[in-house]
């Protein structure tokens, strides 16, 4: 048990649905983070939540919009997306800075598998 | 450009020791971590990095070079179980308020242990 919890952990979606995922969090941390897992790619950081401050995008695509209401949830609204965008979609969480304790893991989800048709 | 590089795959045999190498180049350096990951399950945090030398901790142990921008993990005593995907991930410099947490990851090693 991660602390780390995700719902669904299968979606199916058409290119025109609109699919939300969520993530939970139990482990009082203060940052949380949308990974997106491709097959042999490495793990690619969509988006990072500070204290439910929105602190980085890395230039994903408008069809995909995060959201963070409180720090222990975290959501990712999904809209007409792309057959390319079939992956496994990793929620994590850590607190927001190692400076004050360096080893700072980041804690992640079971993910969830999504498959655009 | 920030690069992580990592073997794909390595097959092992049972009660053998093995060896993940991992090179890096980033902006940066606070930090670099290992995690494992069965398929279909999240990863999760084997060792932590951020001096000179080796970590053991059971089984496994990581070491780090910062001057060679390099790391490996041994595992020792393989079983069946240790198969599953090894990640290397590199935590560098922040660009805003100090040191943050984000992390960049290599495409993972996966390694099968064999009978």
């Known amino acids: 048990e991660t602390g780390v919890t995700q719902t669904p952990r299968h979606l199916v979606m058409g290119m025109t649905n609109k699919k939300s995922l969520k993530c939970e969090q139990h482990?009082?941390?203060?940052?949380m983070y949308w990974y997106k897992q491709s097959a042999k790619k490495p793990l690619e950081l969509m988006f990072v939540y500070s204290l439910e401050e929105r602190v980085e995008n890395n230039s994903v695509p408008s069809r995909f919009s995060p959201e963070c209401p409180n720090s222990s949830h975290l959501f990712l609204h999904l809209h007409t997306l792309q057959p390319e965008d079939s992956a496994l979609y990793l929620c994590?969480?850590?607190?927001?800075?190692?400076?004050?304790?360096?080893?700072?893991?980041?804690?992640f989800g079971p993910g969830t598998r999504l498959t655009v048709l | 450009g920030q690069n992580i590089d990592q073997p794909t795959e390595m097959t092992a045999t049972e009660g053998a020791i093995v060896q993940i190498n991992c090179t890096y180049q980033?902006?940066?350096?606070?930090?670099l971590f290992w995690y494992q990951q069965h398929a279909g399950e999240a990863p999760t945090f084997l060792s932590y990095?951020?001096?000179?030398g080796l970590e053991e901790k059971g089984r496994f142990s990581s070491f780090l070079s910062r001057s060679k921008g390099y790391s490996y993990l041994l595992l020792k005593e393989l079983q069946m179980k240790d198969s599953a995907s090894y990640l290397c991930?590199?935590?560098?410099?922040?660009?805003?308020?100090?040191?943050?947490?984000?992390?960049?990851f290599g495409t993972g090693t996966l390694l099968a242990v064999q009978p």
């Open positions: 980033t902006s940066g350096f606070n930090g």
């Open positions: 994590a969480s850590s607190r927001k800075s190692p400076n004050r304790v360096p080893r700072n893991e980041q804690f």
């Open positions: 991930a590199v935590r560098p410099h922040g660009n805003y308020g100090g040191a943050t947490n984000k992390l960049i």
């Open positions: 990095n951020v001096l000179d």
């Open positions: 482990l009082g941390h203060n940052a």
